[in-house]
């Protein structure tokens, strides 16, 4: 068996993409951590806002379709007014910005607390999106940053769809 020989410029630029990758992970995480502290009002200290604000839109409006209130997501006072019941009375404005045909994805997880379905759909997002790009073969490093990038993190701290689109 041959002994492949690595260059030390080579070493040295995984060992500095290893360094920026787990120093923006370290820095992303304790964000992330921060957003869910939440003050007396229900609302994360980190944003002032729901920690998983993007995604409270999904699983709430979901709920309220799967609970005969569809029609409230096209009202824009009576959604707000279903969120800020559901969450907290100081929540800032929302409104419901997806098609109605998302709920198909929606409904299964708004049966589920809202923490738990955040996490099912973050973590189910990003795994779809690691085996969408598995066949394009990318080196282990790449991938890895692929899957840990500023835009999957972004995403997963909000709960948006993005790496879920990436993925398809």
């Known amino acids: 068996m041959a002994t492949t020989i690595v260059p030390d410029k080579t070493r040295d630029q995984q060992r500095f993409a290893a360094f920026v990758l787990m120093a923006g992970l370290t820095v992303g995480l304790l964000f992330h951590a921060r957003l869910w502290i939440f003050d007396a009002n229900g609302l994360s200290v980190g944003s002032g806002r729901l920690p998983y604000w993007d995604f409270a839109n999904l699983w709430a409006g979901s709920k309220m379709a799967i609970t005969g209130q569809v029609h409230d997501l096209f009202d824009v006072e ?74 999957v993190l972004i995403n997963a701290r909000l709960g948006q769809n993005g790496s879920l689109t990436a993925a398809c």
């Open 78 to 151: 009576a959604y707000r007014a279903n969120l800020r019941a559901m969450f907290s009375p100081l929540l800032p404005d929302q409104e419901w910005s997806y098609p109605p045909s998302i709920i198909l994805l929606g409904a299964p997880l708004a049966m589920l607390n809202i923490f738990a379905a955040y996490l099912l759909w973050t973590t189910g997002s990003v795994a779809l999106l690691h085996f969408a790009i598995r066949p394009l073969r990318l080196p282990k490093w790449v991938h890895l940053a692929v899957v840990l990038s500023p835009a």
